[in-house]
């Protein structure tokens, strides 16, 4: 197989890398355990912690997006099997130098100092692997970069020492959140990670994230979701997730930030989008895609009834939702006719 061709496998199936290399992994603690904990976090519960530290708990935290899925599959079936097989060839190199060519073994050592072929294989092979790290690697800084279709926006600001967040399309909900300190810790809140105003997000949604910062860099970082940005002052910084599960899930900040940089968690509760929406409301603020309907419910009774007489509209005027309502109806009616036509 030519380079080219190597390289545009790879590019095109990154998942399929190293297929030989997947029976290994397996057999590896850090990676039994991870899929341990994916197994568990698929089959529990609503109130599920994701992101707490645990006893023996090595690896990564189970993944809960598309980014981090990609970000799991990258290491495991690629990163991981390159190093494991560099470390054990140069081992095996080592070794096999002590024992040949000790001064023991070989009291006449020879007088070579040149190997053409050697070196440009020496210099050609690494290369190659890091051509083939990078591509897969590329691939997924752009999969994290952005979503084509936001569903919604968080805008994220990060304080000396805390975390603002502001919900724009949900008319401007906005809060700080600060780390509950130990003595007001109460059942089932966790040290050092749990925050007195949680983000509340939903799940199955492109969440469209933009983090800055008000005084000195902060980074924005949540493992299970595959996110860590910088959050620097006068500059917005895009990355986006969508988390696949209701949970709880932690993260820090991970920009050492000064003297309170270990004590500004991040908290979100992933809920369903009934949830959120009951959330919105007792914040105070509005759903937008209701907004959104109503706005296309008026444009499409003004559409469809655009010879309605005066007395129509003065009715209209009195009863707006049964107008919308009864436009809604012919419209359906007529789309069918046209259809047919
Ligand atoms: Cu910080």
Known sequence: MTIARLISFLSSRPAALAAAAAAVMATTPAFAQADAEAAAAATSGASEIIGAPKDWGIGFQPSASPVKHEMVAFHNNLLMPIITGTTIFVMLLLLYVMLRFNARANPKPSKTTHNTMLEVIWTLVPV????????????????????????????????QWYWGYQYPDHGDIEFNAYMVPEKDLKEGQVRLLSTDNPVVLPIDTNIRLLVTANDVIHSFAMPALGVKIDAVPGRTNETWTRIEKVGTYFGQCSEICGINHGFMPIEIKAVTKEDFANWVAAQGGKMPTAE??????TAQAAEAAPAADAAASAASEEAPAADAAAADETASEEQPAEAAQ
């Open 128 to 159: 190659i692997i890091l051509v083939i790290v990078v591509i897969p690697s590329m691939k997924l800084l752009y999969m994290a970069d952005k979503t084509a279709d936001a569903e919604m926006t968080l805008n994220i600001k990060g304080f």
């Open 292 to 297: 959104a309907e109503a706005t296309e419910g």
